[in-house]
């Protein structure tokens, strides 16, 4: 397995779709590959413009992910 930061995927997922991809589909997506990868329990993470997200494993090995996002029109 390849090591990778949250920002190289994030970078190459971005790349990938040619654009930026939105928080929720970042999380849902990327960030759920990542914290499967590397058999994480829990995660808490960040964008610094406000978007929260809390992955958690629950014990029939499903992800719980809880999101808070912020919008600015």
Known sequence: MEDKTIETALDETAGAV???????????????????AYKLEKLAVEDGN????KLSLLKDNSIKIELSSVSVI
């Not at 040619?18 to 499967?36: A, P, R, Y």
């Not at 406000?50 to 997200?53: I, R, V, Y």
């Open 50 to 53: 406000g978007n929260k997200a």
């Open 18 to 36: 040619g654009h930026k991809i939105k928080w929720t589909g970042f999380v849902e997506t990327t960030l759920v590959d990542f914290f499967s």
